[in-house]
């Protein structure tokens, strides 16, 4: 499975930002789709994550101001981010992956810079 991130950029505090990532090739073999973010000294981090049934799981960060989306049928996933601070400049990483009793990132996307800053 191979995954395209985009999206990122310089964002005001208080703004919003919408990520995509495109999923392709063997996507028959994961049943969900997930973000994490790393910040430059701190570890990396789950942000949301998606199941293609629809369930979804936040990280404490990403609650209540961010949410994960699904297009099934173009095998994208999406994260609208909304009251953006500078807490939330980081690395943003696409993964997928499968989600049963726990959920397991299997492959990994490249990496889009989230800025947030006046």
């Known amino acids: 499975v191979q995954l395209q991130a985009s999206g990122g950029g310089l964002v005001q505090p208080g703004g919003s930002l919408r990520l995509s990532c495109a999923a392709s090739?063997?996507?028959?073999?994961?049943?969900?789709m997930s973000w994490y973010r790393q910040a430059q000294g701190k570890q990396r981090e789950l942000v949301a994550v998606?199941?293609?049934?629809?369930?979804?799981n936040y990280g404490d960060s990403a609650k209540g101001r961010f949410t994960i989306s699904r297009d099934n049928a173009k095998n994208t996933a999406y994260l609208h981010m909304n009251s953006l601070s500078p807490d939330d400049t980081a690395v943003y990483y696409c993964?997928?992956?499968?989600?049963?009793?726990?959920?397991?990132?299997?492959?990994w996307g490249q990496g889009t810079q989230v800025t947030v800053s006046s």
């Open positions: 993964s997928a992956g499968w989600w049963g009793v726990e959920y397991e990132s299997w492959y």
């Open positions: 090739g063997s996507t028959f073999s994961i049943n969900a």
């Open positions: 998606m199941a293609r049934r629809g369930s979804t």
